[in-house]
Protein backbone atom coordinates (compact mmCIF):
# COMPACT_ATOMS: atom_id res chain seq x y z
CA UNK A 1 0.00 0.00 0.00
CA UNK A 2 1.26 3.27 -1.23
CA UNK A 3 2.69 5.85 1.64
CA UNK A 4 -0.33 8.29 2.98
CA UNK A 5 -3.54 6.27 1.54
CA UNK A 6 -5.71 5.13 4.35
CA UNK A 7 -6.58 1.36 3.88
CA UNK A 8 -10.31 1.83 4.77
CA UNK A 9 -10.35 4.20 1.87
CA UNK A 10 -9.30 1.83 -0.80
CA UNK A 11 -11.23 -0.11 -2.97
CA UNK A 12 -14.60 -0.41 -1.93
CA UNK A 13 -17.01 -3.84 -1.60
CA UNK A 14 -20.49 -4.35 -2.09
CA UNK A 15 -21.34 -3.62 1.50
CA UNK A 16 -19.15 -0.09 1.33
CA UNK A 17 -20.83 0.50 -2.22
CA UNK A 18 -24.65 0.25 -0.82
CA UNK A 19 -23.62 2.03 2.56
CA UNK A 20 -22.14 4.68 -0.41
CA UNK A 21 -25.59 4.62 -1.57
CA UNK A 22 -27.40 4.93 1.32
CA UNK A 23 -25.20 7.69 2.58
CA UNK A 24 -26.18 9.55 -1.03
CA UNK A 25 -29.86 9.14 -0.09
CA UNK A 26 -29.80 10.67 3.59
CA UNK A 27 -27.87 13.28 1.60
CA UNK A 28 -30.37 14.04 -0.82
CA UNK A 29 -33.42 13.79 1.81
CA UNK A 30 -31.54 16.58 3.95
CA UNK A 31 -30.96 18.34 1.09
CA UNK A 32 -34.82 18.82 0.32
CA UNK A 33 -34.97 20.06 4.07
CA UNK A 34 -32.20 22.84 2.89
CA UNK A 35 -31.77 26.66 2.69
CA UNK A 36 -32.07 26.21 -1.15
CA UNK A 37 -35.77 27.86 -2.39
CA UNK A 38 -37.92 25.93 -4.40
CA UNK A 39 -38.12 27.89 -8.22
CA UNK A 40 -41.37 29.77 -8.58
CA UNK A 41 -42.01 31.93 -11.67
CA UNK A 42 -42.71 34.47 -9.80
CA UNK A 43 -39.13 34.59 -8.89
CA UNK A 44 -38.17 34.44 -12.80
CA UNK A 45 -36.80 37.98 -13.51
CA UNK A 46 -35.12 39.72 -16.84
CA UNK A 47 -32.71 42.08 -17.03
CA UNK A 48 -34.16 45.61 -19.39
CA UNK A 49 -31.21 48.08 -18.82
CA UNK A 50 -29.87 48.05 -15.79
CA UNK A 51 -33.39 46.86 -13.77
CA UNK A 52 -34.24 43.65 -13.67
CA UNK A 53 -38.50 43.24 -14.26
CA UNK A 54 -40.42 40.17 -12.93
CA UNK A 55 -41.09 37.78 -15.79
CA UNK A 56 -45.30 38.29 -15.20
CA UNK A 57 -44.87 41.86 -15.15
CA UNK A 58 -43.39 41.61 -19.14
CA UNK A 59 -45.95 38.95 -19.74
CA UNK A 60 -48.89 41.26 -19.17
CA UNK A 61 -47.19 43.35 -21.74
CA UNK A 62 -46.64 40.90 -23.90
CA UNK A 63 -50.57 39.76 -23.21
CA UNK A 64 -51.36 43.43 -24.65
CA UNK A 65 -48.99 43.35 -27.43
CA UNK A 66 -50.43 39.86 -28.74
CA UNK A 67 -53.55 41.28 -28.98
CA UNK A 68 -52.79 44.53 -30.37
CA UNK A 69 -51.13 42.40 -33.37
CA UNK A 70 -54.22 40.37 -33.60
CA UNK A 71 -56.37 43.84 -33.75
CA UNK A 72 -54.06 45.03 -36.40
CA UNK A 73 -54.15 41.50 -38.33
CA UNK A 74 -58.06 41.71 -38.49
CA UNK A 75 -58.28 45.11 -39.69
CA UNK A 76 -55.57 44.30 -42.61
CA UNK A 77 -57.65 41.00 -43.18
CA UNK A 78 -60.52 42.89 -44.01
CA UNK A 79 -59.34 46.03 -46.30
CA UNK A 80 -58.60 46.08 -49.90
CA UNK A 81 -54.71 45.89 -49.18
CA UNK A 82 -55.20 43.01 -47.47
CA UNK A 83 -57.47 40.97 -49.64
CA UNK A 84 -54.58 42.23 -52.65
CA UNK A 85 -51.88 40.83 -50.73
CA UNK A 86 -53.66 37.24 -49.68
CA UNK A 87 -54.57 36.68 -53.52
CA UNK A 88 -51.50 37.41 -54.71
CA UNK A 89 -49.42 35.59 -52.39
CA UNK A 90 -51.35 32.28 -51.85
CA UNK A 91 -50.82 30.60 -47.92
CA UNK A 92 -51.09 27.48 -49.42
CA UNK A 93 -49.68 26.61 -53.16
CA UNK A 94 -51.68 24.50 -55.79
CA UNK A 95 -48.08 23.11 -57.27
CA UNK A 96 -46.14 21.30 -57.78
CA UNK A 97 -47.57 17.81 -56.44
CA UNK A 98 -46.37 15.94 -53.02
CA UNK A 99 -47.21 12.73 -51.74
CA UNK A 100 -50.08 12.64 -49.80
CA UNK A 101 -50.28 11.56 -46.07
CA UNK A 102 -47.04 11.03 -43.36
CA UNK A 103 -45.10 7.95 -44.50
CA UNK A 104 -43.73 5.57 -42.14
CA UNK A 105 -40.04 7.07 -41.18
CA UNK A 106 -41.78 10.58 -40.58
CA UNK A 107 -44.30 8.93 -37.86
CA UNK A 108 -41.80 7.10 -36.16
CA UNK A 109 -38.80 10.01 -35.86
CA UNK A 110 -42.21 12.46 -35.04
CA UNK A 111 -43.25 10.06 -32.12
CA UNK A 112 -39.32 9.39 -30.61
CA UNK A 113 -38.46 13.35 -31.07
CA UNK A 114 -41.49 13.81 -28.67
CA UNK A 115 -40.36 11.29 -26.36
CA UNK A 116 -36.79 12.69 -26.45
CA UNK A 117 -37.25 15.78 -25.95
CA UNK A 118 -39.58 15.85 -23.14
CA UNK A 119 -36.03 13.45 -21.01
CA UNK A 120 -34.12 16.34 -22.77
CA UNK A 121 -35.91 19.26 -21.45
CA UNK A 122 -36.78 18.00 -18.11
CA UNK A 123 -33.09 17.18 -17.56
CA UNK A 124 -31.60 20.17 -18.98
CA UNK A 125 -33.98 22.32 -16.71
CA UNK A 126 -32.20 20.69 -14.06
CA UNK A 127 -29.09 21.61 -14.95
CA UNK A 128 -29.84 25.05 -15.23
CA UNK A 129 -31.43 24.76 -11.46
CA UNK A 130 -27.76 24.35 -10.43
CA UNK A 131 -26.58 27.88 -11.84
CA UNK A 132 -30.31 29.78 -12.71
CA UNK A 133 -28.83 32.23 -14.33
CA UNK A 134 -28.46 33.48 -18.13
CA UNK A 135 -25.42 35.75 -19.13
CA UNK A 136 -24.88 37.65 -22.41
CA UNK A 137 -21.07 38.00 -21.10
CA UNK A 138 -18.45 35.24 -19.71
CA UNK A 139 -17.55 36.73 -16.42
CA UNK A 140 -20.81 35.88 -15.16
CA UNK A 141 -20.74 38.59 -12.66
CA UNK A 142 -23.88 38.79 -10.37
CA UNK A 143 -26.31 41.81 -11.20
CA UNK A 144 -25.18 41.58 -15.03
CA UNK A 145 -27.24 38.51 -15.58
CA UNK A 146 -29.79 38.88 -18.17
CA UNK A 147 -32.50 36.01 -16.99
CA UNK A 148 -32.50 34.50 -13.48
CA UNK A 149 -34.69 32.40 -11.42
CA UNK A 150 -33.82 34.14 -8.12
CA UNK A 151 -33.27 36.82 -6.56
CA UNK A 152 -29.91 39.25 -6.25
CA UNK A 153 -26.71 37.64 -5.23
CA UNK A 154 -25.80 38.54 -1.10
CA UNK A 155 -23.15 41.17 -0.55
CA UNK A 156 -22.94 40.19 3.20
CA UNK A 157 -21.47 37.13 3.13
CA UNK A 158 -19.58 34.32 1.27
CA UNK A 159 -21.88 33.26 -1.85
CA UNK A 160 -20.63 29.70 -3.64
CA UNK A 161 -22.24 29.01 -6.85
CA UNK A 162 -23.76 25.60 -4.85
CA UNK A 163 -25.70 28.19 -2.56
CA UNK A 164 -26.98 29.57 -5.28
CA UNK A 165 -28.51 26.34 -6.67
CA UNK A 166 -32.11 26.21 -6.28
CA UNK A 167 -34.71 22.81 -5.86
CA UNK A 168 -37.16 21.43 -8.88
CA UNK A 169 -40.05 19.61 -8.00
CA UNK A 170 -39.54 16.08 -9.72
CA UNK A 171 -42.53 17.29 -11.80
CA UNK A 172 -40.54 19.51 -13.76
CA UNK A 173 -36.90 18.43 -13.53
CA UNK A 174 -35.42 14.66 -14.22
CA UNK A 175 -34.95 13.94 -11.51
CA UNK A 176 -35.89 16.56 -9.18
CA UNK A 177 -34.13 17.80 -6.27
CA UNK A 178 -31.07 20.26 -5.70
CA UNK A 179 -27.33 19.14 -6.22
CA UNK A 180 -28.77 16.55 -8.55
CA UNK A 181 -26.55 18.13 -11.66
CA UNK A 182 -24.82 14.77 -12.29
CA UNK A 183 -27.66 12.14 -12.46
CA UNK A 184 -29.29 15.09 -14.29
CA UNK A 185 -26.71 15.06 -17.10
CA UNK A 186 -26.77 11.85 -17.48
CA UNK A 187 -30.09 11.71 -18.96
CA UNK A 188 -29.72 14.69 -20.90
CA UNK A 189 -26.39 13.57 -22.83
CA UNK A 190 -27.77 9.62 -23.00
CA UNK A 191 -31.19 11.27 -24.67
CA UNK A 192 -29.08 13.43 -26.79
CA UNK A 193 -27.19 11.03 -28.81
CA UNK A 194 -30.44 9.19 -28.73
CA UNK A 195 -32.18 12.39 -30.94
CA UNK A 196 -28.96 13.24 -32.82
CA UNK A 197 -28.90 9.30 -34.08
CA UNK A 198 -32.95 9.90 -34.49
CA UNK A 199 -32.08 12.95 -36.36
CA UNK A 200 -29.81 11.50 -38.59
CA UNK A 201 -32.20 8.96 -39.51
CA UNK A 202 -34.93 11.51 -40.68
CA UNK A 203 -32.25 13.34 -42.69
CA UNK A 204 -31.47 10.02 -44.55
CA UNK A 205 -34.98 8.96 -45.52
CA UNK A 206 -35.94 12.96 -45.88
CA UNK A 207 -32.76 13.65 -48.21
CA UNK A 208 -33.99 10.06 -50.44
CA UNK A 209 -37.61 10.25 -50.47
CA UNK A 210 -40.39 12.41 -52.68
CA UNK A 211 -40.97 13.99 -49.05
CA UNK A 212 -38.22 16.74 -49.16
CA UNK A 213 -40.53 18.97 -51.69
CA UNK A 214 -43.03 18.94 -49.36
CA UNK A 215 -41.26 20.57 -46.26
CA UNK A 216 -37.78 22.02 -48.19
CA UNK A 217 -37.97 25.88 -48.72
CA UNK A 218 -37.38 25.60 -53.20
CA UNK A 219 -38.12 29.45 -54.01
CA UNK A 220 -38.50 33.29 -52.47
CA UNK A 221 -41.98 33.05 -52.62
CA UNK A 222 -42.38 30.99 -50.07
CA UNK A 223 -41.62 33.83 -47.27
CA UNK A 224 -44.52 36.17 -48.61
CA UNK A 225 -46.87 33.40 -48.78
CA UNK A 226 -45.94 32.36 -45.35
CA UNK A 227 -46.47 36.06 -44.61
CA UNK A 228 -49.86 35.52 -45.78
CA UNK A 229 -50.56 32.42 -43.85
CA UNK A 230 -49.00 34.66 -40.49
CA UNK A 231 -52.01 37.82 -41.38
CA UNK A 232 -54.47 34.51 -41.93
CA UNK A 233 -53.77 32.92 -38.44
CA UNK A 234 -53.51 36.25 -36.81
CA UNK A 235 -56.88 37.45 -37.57
CA UNK A 236 -58.22 34.21 -36.41
CA UNK A 237 -59.47 32.31 -39.42
CA UNK A 238 -57.64 29.55 -40.99
CA UNK A 239 -56.11 29.72 -44.97
CA UNK A 240 -58.64 28.03 -47.69
CA UNK A 241 -57.27 25.33 -49.77
CA UNK A 242 -55.95 22.05 -49.81
CA UNK A 243 -55.91 20.38 -46.41
CA UNK A 244 -52.37 19.23 -44.19
CA UNK A 245 -52.85 15.89 -45.65
CA UNK A 246 -51.57 16.79 -48.88
CA UNK A 247 -49.62 19.83 -48.33
CA UNK A 248 -48.46 21.92 -45.68
CA UNK A 249 -48.91 25.57 -45.77
CA UNK A 250 -46.22 28.51 -46.66
CA UNK A 251 -45.63 28.85 -42.82
CA UNK A 252 -46.09 25.25 -42.06
CA UNK A 253 -43.37 24.44 -44.02
CA UNK A 254 -40.99 27.12 -43.05
CA UNK A 255 -41.92 26.80 -39.41
CA UNK A 256 -41.35 22.57 -39.44
CA UNK A 257 -38.47 23.31 -41.63
CA UNK A 258 -36.88 25.65 -39.43
CA UNK A 259 -38.00 23.21 -36.16
CA UNK A 260 -35.95 20.67 -37.37
CA UNK A 261 -33.20 21.81 -39.66
CA UNK A 262 -32.50 24.99 -37.77
CA UNK A 263 -33.75 24.97 -34.12
CA UNK A 264 -32.40 21.24 -33.77
CA UNK A 265 -29.06 21.63 -35.14
CA UNK A 266 -28.55 24.94 -33.10
CA UNK A 267 -29.42 22.67 -29.75
CA UNK A 268 -26.51 20.56 -30.68
CA UNK A 269 -23.91 23.19 -31.91
CA UNK A 270 -24.41 25.42 -28.74
CA UNK A 271 -24.27 22.38 -26.46
CA UNK A 272 -20.65 21.47 -27.63
CA UNK A 273 -19.65 25.39 -27.28
CA UNK A 274 -20.18 24.75 -23.34
CA UNK A 275 -17.46 21.95 -23.70
CA UNK A 276 -14.11 23.79 -22.00
CA UNK A 277 -12.04 21.41 -23.83
CA UNK A 278 -13.81 22.49 -27.23
CA UNK A 279 -13.18 26.48 -26.25
CA UNK A 280 -9.88 26.47 -24.91
CA UNK A 281 -9.09 24.43 -27.82
CA UNK A 282 -10.63 26.16 -30.69
CA UNK A 283 -11.48 30.04 -29.46
CA UNK A 284 -13.10 30.33 -33.05
CA UNK A 285 -15.75 27.79 -32.14
CA UNK A 286 -17.23 29.73 -29.31
CA UNK A 287 -17.36 33.05 -30.71
CA UNK A 288 -19.17 31.55 -33.52
CA UNK A 289 -22.01 32.62 -31.26
CA UNK A 290 -20.74 35.57 -29.57
CA UNK A 291 -19.06 33.63 -26.43
CA UNK A 292 -19.08 30.31 -24.03
CA UNK A 293 -22.43 31.92 -22.11
CA UNK A 294 -24.54 33.58 -25.32
CA UNK A 295 -24.22 30.17 -26.76
CA UNK A 296 -25.35 28.75 -23.08
CA UNK A 297 -28.61 31.34 -23.70
CA UNK A 298 -29.02 30.53 -27.20
CA UNK A 299 -29.25 27.09 -25.71
CA UNK A 300 -32.16 27.83 -23.47
CA UNK A 301 -33.59 29.98 -25.97
CA UNK A 302 -34.02 27.19 -28.34
CA UNK A 303 -35.24 24.62 -25.50
CA UNK A 304 -38.28 27.34 -24.70
CA UNK A 305 -38.99 27.28 -28.94
CA UNK A 306 -39.45 23.74 -28.60
CA UNK A 307 -41.75 23.98 -26.05
CA UNK A 308 -43.55 27.11 -27.51
CA UNK A 309 -43.87 25.33 -30.81
CA UNK A 310 -45.26 21.91 -29.40
CA UNK A 311 -47.80 23.89 -27.66
CA UNK A 312 -48.88 26.16 -31.05
CA UNK A 313 -48.37 22.71 -32.94
CA UNK A 314 -50.71 20.49 -30.76
CA UNK A 315 -53.22 23.37 -30.73
CA UNK A 316 -53.29 23.71 -33.82
CA UNK A 317 -53.51 20.08 -34.36
CA UNK A 318 -56.95 19.86 -32.26
CA UNK A 319 -58.46 23.18 -33.97
CA UNK A 320 -58.04 22.33 -37.78
CA UNK A 321 -59.49 18.39 -37.54
CA UNK A 322 -58.12 16.43 -34.27
CA UNK A 323 -59.26 13.03 -35.50
CA UNK A 324 -57.96 13.18 -38.91
CA UNK A 325 -54.67 14.75 -37.78
CA UNK A 326 -53.95 12.20 -35.25
CA UNK A 327 -54.36 9.67 -37.65
CA UNK A 328 -52.25 11.15 -40.62
CA UNK A 329 -49.75 11.41 -37.36
CA UNK A 330 -49.67 7.80 -36.50
CA UNK A 331 -51.46 5.79 -39.27
CA UNK A 332 -50.52 7.69 -42.33
CA UNK A 333 -54.12 8.22 -43.62
CA UNK A 334 -57.07 10.77 -42.66
CA UNK A 335 -59.88 9.07 -41.44
CA UNK A 336 -62.41 10.46 -39.22
CA UNK A 337 -61.90 7.71 -36.09
CA UNK A 338 -60.19 8.01 -33.03
CA UNK A 339 -57.02 5.42 -33.59
CA UNK A 340 -54.77 8.12 -34.01
CA UNK A 341 -56.18 9.42 -31.13
CA UNK A 342 -55.99 6.28 -28.88
CA UNK A 343 -51.97 6.14 -30.26
CA UNK A 344 -51.32 9.36 -29.14
CA UNK A 345 -52.97 9.08 -26.15
CA UNK A 346 -51.03 5.44 -25.43
CA UNK A 347 -47.69 7.34 -26.37
CA UNK A 348 -48.34 9.85 -23.61
CA UNK A 349 -49.03 7.29 -21.04
CA UNK A 350 -46.12 5.46 -21.42
CA UNK A 351 -43.95 8.67 -21.92
CA UNK A 352 -45.27 9.54 -18.27
CA UNK A 353 -45.07 6.17 -17.37
CA UNK A 354 -40.95 6.52 -18.39
CA UNK A 355 -40.92 9.66 -16.70
CA UNK A 356 -41.97 8.47 -13.15
CA UNK A 357 -39.67 5.24 -13.41
CA UNK A 358 -37.06 7.31 -14.00
CA UNK A 359 -37.18 9.67 -11.13
CA UNK A 360 -37.18 6.71 -9.24
CA UNK A 361 -34.50 4.50 -10.91
CA UNK A 362 -32.41 8.04 -10.64
CA UNK A 363 -32.48 7.69 -6.52
CA UNK A 364 -32.31 3.58 -6.95
CA UNK A 365 -30.24 2.56 -9.32
CA UNK A 366 -28.17 5.76 -9.21
CA UNK A 367 -24.71 3.85 -9.87
CA UNK A 368 -26.04 1.95 -12.81
CA UNK A 369 -27.10 5.01 -14.75
CA UNK A 370 -23.30 6.42 -14.16
CA UNK A 371 -21.87 3.31 -15.52
CA UNK A 372 -24.60 3.10 -18.72
CA UNK A 373 -23.79 7.14 -19.47
CA UNK A 374 -19.81 5.77 -18.86
CA UNK A 375 -20.34 3.43 -21.21
CA UNK A 376 -21.85 5.60 -23.76
CA UNK A 377 -21.42 9.20 -22.99
CA UNK A 378 -18.07 8.67 -21.19
CA UNK A 379 -16.60 6.98 -24.47
CA UNK A 380 -18.19 9.67 -26.70
CA UNK A 381 -16.32 12.30 -24.88
CA UNK A 382 -13.27 10.62 -25.02
CA UNK A 383 -13.37 10.04 -28.56
CA UNK A 384 -14.83 13.62 -29.55
CA UNK A 385 -12.70 15.43 -27.15
CA UNK A 386 -9.63 13.78 -25.74
CA UNK A 387 -7.09 14.62 -28.73
CA UNK A 388 -7.17 18.19 -28.49
CA UNK A 389 -4.81 19.75 -26.09
CA UNK A 390 -6.32 22.80 -24.68
CA UNK A 391 -4.10 25.45 -25.99
CA UNK A 392 -5.90 29.41 -26.20
CA UNK A 393 -5.26 32.02 -23.86
CA UNK A 394 -6.64 35.81 -23.30
CA UNK A 395 -5.38 38.88 -22.40
CA UNK A 396 -5.14 40.53 -18.79
CA UNK A 397 -8.22 42.90 -19.87
CA UNK A 398 -10.31 39.64 -20.43
CA UNK A 399 -9.94 38.62 -16.92
CA UNK A 400 -13.44 38.62 -15.16
CA UNK A 401 -14.29 41.30 -12.52
CA UNK A 402 -15.89 38.06 -10.46
CA UNK A 403 -15.15 34.57 -9.86
CA UNK A 404 -17.48 32.57 -8.63
CA UNK A 405 -16.24 30.44 -5.71
CA UNK A 406 -17.78 27.09 -5.44
CA UNK A 407 -17.30 24.63 -2.39
CA UNK A 408 -19.53 23.90 0.60
CA UNK A 409 -16.82 22.92 2.81
CA UNK A 410 -13.97 25.21 2.76
CA UNK A 411 -10.18 23.41 4.12
CA UNK A 412 -11.28 25.57 7.42
CA UNK A 413 -12.39 22.36 8.59
CA UNK A 414 -8.89 20.65 8.48
CA UNK A 415 -7.48 21.33 11.64
CA UNK A 416 -3.88 20.55 9.53
CA UNK A 417 -4.64 23.38 6.97
CA UNK A 418 -5.20 25.59 9.72
CA UNK A 419 -2.69 25.25 11.34
CA UNK A 420 -0.18 25.89 7.78
CA UNK A 421 -2.41 28.92 7.48
CA UNK A 422 -1.68 30.59 10.43
CA UNK A 423 1.76 29.81 9.68
CA UNK A 424 1.52 31.63 6.10
CA UNK A 425 1.72 28.22 4.70
CA UNK A 426 5.85 27.92 5.66
CA UNK A 427 5.76 24.75 6.34
CA UNK A 428 3.69 23.49 3.44
CA UNK A 429 4.78 20.86 1.63
CA UNK A 430 3.22 18.92 -0.97
CA UNK A 431 3.53 14.90 -0.92
CA UNK A 432 3.94 13.41 -4.06
CA UNK A 433 4.24 9.36 -4.00
CA UNK A 434 2.77 6.34 -5.26
CA UNK A 435 4.34 4.97 -8.64
CA UNK A 436 7.25 6.90 -8.65
CA UNK A 437 10.62 6.34 -8.79
CA UNK A 438 10.97 9.67 -6.99
CA UNK A 439 8.99 10.66 -4.69
CA UNK A 440 9.02 14.29 -3.04
CA UNK A 441 7.64 16.42 -0.36
CA UNK A 442 7.62 20.18 -1.97
CA UNK A 443 7.53 23.07 -0.41
CA UNK A 444 6.20 26.48 -2.18
CA UNK A 445 9.71 27.91 -2.90
CA UNK A 446 11.04 24.86 -3.96
CA UNK A 447 8.40 24.70 -6.41
CA UNK A 448 8.54 28.09 -7.72
CA UNK A 449 12.53 27.04 -7.93
CA UNK A 450 11.50 24.33 -10.21
CA UNK A 451 9.72 26.24 -13.07
CA UNK A 452 6.85 28.54 -13.12
CA UNK A 453 4.42 29.14 -15.78
CA UNK A 454 1.85 31.98 -16.23
CA UNK A 455 -1.20 31.49 -18.28
CA UNK A 456 -4.26 33.79 -18.70
CA UNK A 457 -7.35 31.05 -19.57
CA UNK A 458 -11.23 30.26 -19.24
CA UNK A 459 -12.57 28.39 -16.22
CA UNK A 460 -15.70 26.04 -17.15
CA UNK A 461 -17.91 25.14 -14.23
CA UNK A 462 -19.92 22.15 -14.34
CA UNK A 463 -23.04 24.02 -13.26
CA UNK A 464 -22.73 26.45 -15.82
CA UNK A 465 -21.14 29.60 -15.17
CA UNK A 466 -17.44 30.62 -16.75
CA UNK A 467 -14.78 32.91 -15.58
CA UNK A 468 -11.41 34.23 -17.10
CA UNK A 469 -8.46 34.69 -14.56
CA UNK A 470 -4.39 34.62 -14.78
CA UNK A 471 -2.81 31.47 -13.21
CA UNK A 472 0.84 31.08 -12.18
CA UNK A 473 2.07 28.14 -11.01
CA UNK A 474 4.39 24.73 -11.54
CA UNK A 475 3.52 23.37 -14.80
CA UNK A 476 2.66 19.44 -13.76
CA UNK A 477 4.62 18.33 -16.71
CA UNK A 478 8.02 19.40 -14.57
CA UNK A 479 6.64 17.69 -11.48
CA UNK A 480 6.18 14.56 -13.90
CA UNK A 481 9.95 15.00 -14.76
CA UNK A 482 11.06 15.33 -11.39
CA UNK A 483 8.71 12.63 -10.07
CA UNK A 484 9.29 10.15 -12.98
CA UNK A 485 6.22 7.66 -13.01
CA UNK A 486 6.69 4.24 -13.20
CA UNK A 487 5.26 2.42 -16.66
CA UNK A 488 2.22 1.35 -14.97
CA UNK A 489 1.09 4.57 -13.60
CA UNK A 490 -1.87 6.12 -15.83
CA UNK A 491 -3.57 8.12 -13.54
CA UNK A 492 -3.15 10.92 -10.89
CA UNK A 493 -5.09 11.42 -8.11
CA UNK A 494 -5.16 14.65 -6.23
CA UNK A 495 -5.94 14.83 -2.09
CA UNK A 496 -7.66 18.02 -0.91
CA UNK A 497 -7.44 19.64 2.61
CA UNK A 498 -11.20 20.26 2.43
CA UNK A 499 -13.94 18.14 3.18
CA UNK A 500 -16.16 17.35 0.29
CA UNK A 501 -19.75 18.38 -0.22
CA UNK A 502 -21.91 17.29 3.23
CA UNK A 503 -19.77 14.22 3.63
CA UNK A 504 -16.47 13.76 6.31
CA UNK A 505 -14.38 12.86 3.58
CA UNK A 506 -11.63 14.87 2.46
CA UNK A 507 -11.88 16.35 -1.47
CA UNK A 508 -10.02 13.87 -4.05
CA UNK A 509 -10.41 13.83 -8.30
CA UNK A 510 -8.36 11.81 -10.48
CA UNK A 511 -6.86 13.07 -13.94
CA UNK A 512 -5.01 10.82 -16.87
CA UNK A 513 -0.75 11.25 -16.69
CA UNK A 514 -2.24 12.41 -21.35
CA UNK A 515 -4.15 15.40 -19.78
CA UNK A 516 -1.49 16.37 -17.09
CA UNK A 517 0.93 16.28 -19.78
CA UNK A 518 -0.72 18.80 -21.99
CA UNK A 519 0.95 22.71 -21.65
CA UNK A 520 -2.02 24.19 -19.86
CA UNK A 521 -1.87 21.73 -16.67
CA UNK A 522 -0.10 22.91 -13.61
CA UNK A 523 -0.68 23.45 -9.81
CA UNK A 524 -1.21 27.35 -9.57
CA UNK A 525 -0.49 29.22 -6.36
CA UNK A 526 -1.01 32.38 -7.86
CA UNK A 527 -4.14 34.22 -9.73
CA UNK A 528 -4.48 36.79 -11.17
CA UNK A 529 -0.83 37.96 -10.36
CA UNK A 530 -0.88 37.65 -6.19
CA UNK A 531 -1.21 34.53 -4.16
CA UNK A 532 -3.68 32.07 -4.99
CA UNK A 533 -6.71 33.04 -2.58
CA UNK A 534 -8.39 31.53 0.59
CA UNK A 535 -11.34 30.89 -1.35
CA UNK A 536 -9.87 29.58 -4.70
CA UNK A 537 -7.35 27.27 -2.83
CA UNK A 538 -4.70 28.62 -1.25
CA UNK A 539 -1.69 27.41 -1.42
CA UNK A 540 -1.88 25.20 -3.97
CA UNK A 541 -4.69 24.18 -6.81
CA UNK A 542 -4.88 22.16 -9.96
CA UNK A 543 -5.65 23.51 -13.16
CA UNK A 544 -6.40 21.22 -16.20
CA UNK A 545 -8.09 23.29 -18.61
CA UNK A 546 -9.97 20.47 -20.91
CA UNK A 547 -11.73 19.11 -17.66
CA UNK A 548 -14.30 21.01 -15.89
CA UNK A 549 -14.25 22.95 -12.78
CA UNK A 550 -14.83 20.07 -10.13
CA UNK A 551 -11.97 18.61 -11.00
CA UNK A 552 -9.61 21.40 -10.51
CA UNK A 553 -8.87 20.01 -6.85
CA UNK A 554 -8.30 23.57 -4.77
CA UNK A 555 -6.16 22.92 -1.42
CA UNK A 556 -4.57 20.13 -2.87
CA UNK A 557 -2.18 18.50 0.65
CA UNK A 558 -1.01 15.57 -1.25
CA UNK A 559 -0.62 13.75 -4.89
CA UNK A 560 -0.71 10.25 -6.04
CA UNK A 561 0.72 8.17 -8.88
CA UNK A 562 -1.85 5.28 -9.47
CA UNK A 563 -2.21 2.57 -12.35
CA UNK A 564 -6.22 3.35 -12.07
CA UNK A 565 -8.62 5.40 -10.48
CA UNK A 566 -10.54 2.97 -9.44
CA UNK A 567 -7.81 1.38 -7.52
CA UNK A 568 -9.38 4.22 -4.63
CA UNK A 569 -12.71 4.70 -2.56
CA UNK A 570 -15.50 3.97 -4.36
CA UNK A 571 -13.79 3.73 -7.55
CA UNK A 572 -15.52 6.50 -9.90
CA UNK A 573 -12.74 8.66 -10.42
CA UNK A 574 -13.72 11.13 -7.23
CA UNK A 575 -15.34 12.59 -4.71
CA UNK A 576 -18.28 14.46 -7.06
CA UNK A 577 -17.80 10.93 -9.08
CA UNK A 578 -18.46 8.56 -6.36
CA UNK A 579 -20.93 10.67 -4.01
CA UNK A 580 -22.77 13.00 -6.55
CA UNK A 581 -22.15 10.45 -9.55
CA UNK A 582 -20.62 12.74 -12.01
CA UNK A 583 -18.80 11.25 -15.05
CA UNK A 584 -15.28 10.29 -14.65
CA UNK A 585 -14.42 12.91 -16.89
CA UNK A 586 -16.79 15.64 -18.09
CA UNK A 587 -15.51 17.57 -21.34
CA UNK A 588 -18.28 19.02 -21.79
Known amino acids: MADGVDPDKTKSSPADEAGLQDEFLQERLLSEQGPHPRMRLTQVHIRVGSRFFSIWRLAWGALALAIAVVIAAKLFFASSAGHHF ?148 LSL ?133 QHVAGLTVGRLMDLLFDHHAPRVEYRREDISPHFWPNHSRHADSSPEWCALRDDDFRDYRLKVHGLVENPVELSLDEMRALAKQEQITMHNCIQGWSGIAEWGGLPFSALIELVRPTPEAEWVMFYSFALGGEGSDRYYDSHSIHDLRHPQSLLAYEMNGERLPILHGRPLRLRVENQLGFKHVKWISEIEFVHHFSERYAGQGGYSEDHDFFGYRDEI
Open 86 to 233: LVEHRCIARSPPVPAGMPAFVRWTHLFSFFFLVIIVRSGLQVLADHPRLYAKVHCTPGREWLRFRGAVPTDRVWTARDDAITLSPLVGLPGGRHTIGVARHWHFIFDILFVLNGIAYAVFFFATPWLHRLLPEHLSIFPAAASCAVTY
Open 237 to 369: HFPSGVSGFFRYDALQQLTYFSVIFILAPLAILTGLAMSPALDNRYRWYGRLFGNRQIARSIHFLVMVSFVVFFIGHMALVALTGLAPNLNDITLGNNHHNLEGFAIVALVIVLVIAFNVWAVRFSWTHTRVL
